[in-house]
T-cell receptor, first 113, second 110 residues
Framework: NAGVTQTPKFQVLKTGQSMTLQCAQD?????MSWYRQDPGMGLRLIHY???????DQGEVPNGYNVSRSTTEDFPLRLLSAAPSQTSVYFC????????????FGSGTRLTVV | GNSVTQMEGPVTLSEEAFLTINCTYT??????LFWYVQYPGEGLQLLLK?????DKGSNKGFEATYRKETTSFHLEKGSVQVSDSAVYFC?????????FGAGTTVTVRA
């Protein structure tokens, strides 16, 4: 049982480049979300999904896109990377949302130069 | 909207000392409350949770009680170990999203 798998673990991008952070879960969880972690700010929600085909914006969605074509996968796309997007990104999934809490992946550390 | 305020760190303790990390919240409705722990270089792990008022969550010697009257969910452990060194996050949810506090870094020295 792999849980939530994120790839890559580390990435360096140049300003203006695009890339996709991958997230997959094998627990058949309906709810998935993406957070970014910055020093002193905790984790902030970027986008979330309550099921395949359904996504919505979180607290800090600008510059990011998501889609949810399957229950298992929830990729996060950076459209045109900026230095302000340097952060650690976490994907999380849950079977029951607020009643159960979320299972987190191990994170992707992204640096934009 | 929802918000979580937790005690600022860093906190440095000696082994076997008592640990308290304060957490207060603002939320609509009746949220669930969580404590997550992040060990160096790792993702977040759910430490404990409480889903209604007066519930006590507990795990690995840590405890927290959901106090609706004071809108608090303070984390406590009676005797910490070096292996408890980590960043601790208080969080709440009343739907499909989590709102986090800023995190408290705890270092336990032998």
């Amino acid at each position: 049982n792999a849980g939530v798998t994120q790839t890559p673990k580390f990435q360096v991008l140049k300003t203006g480049q695009s890339m996709t952070l991958q997230c997959a879960q094998d627990m058949n969880h309906e709810y998935m979300s993406w957070y970014r972690q910055d020093p002193g700010m905790g984790l902030r929600l970027i986008h979330y999904s309550v099921g395949a085909g359904i996504t919505d914006q979180g607290e800090v969605p600008n510059g990011y896109n998501v889609s949810r074509s399957t229950t298992e996968d929830f990729p996060l796309r950076l459209l045109s990377a900026a230095p302000s997007q340097t952060s650690v990104y976490f994907c999380a999934s849950s079977i029951g949302g607020f009643l159960d809490g979320y299972t987190f992946g191990s994170g992707t550390r992204l640096t934009v130069v | 909207g929802n918000s979580v305020t937790q005690m600022e760190g860093p906190v440095t303790l000696s082994e076997e000392a008592f640990l308290t990390i304060n957490c207060t919240y603002t939320a609509t409705g009746y949220p669930s409350l969580f404590w997550y722990v992040q060990y160096p270089g790792e993702g977040l792990q759910l430490l404990l949770k409480a889903t209604k008022a007066d519930d006590k969550g507990s795990n690995k010697g840590f405890e927290a009680t959901y106090r609706k009257e004071t809108t608090s969910f303070h984390l406590e452990k009676g005797s910490v170990q070096v292996s408890d060194s980590a960043v601790y996050f208080c969080a709440l949810s009343n739907d499909y999203k989590l709102s986090f506090g800023a995190g408290t870094t705890v270092t336990v020295r032998a």
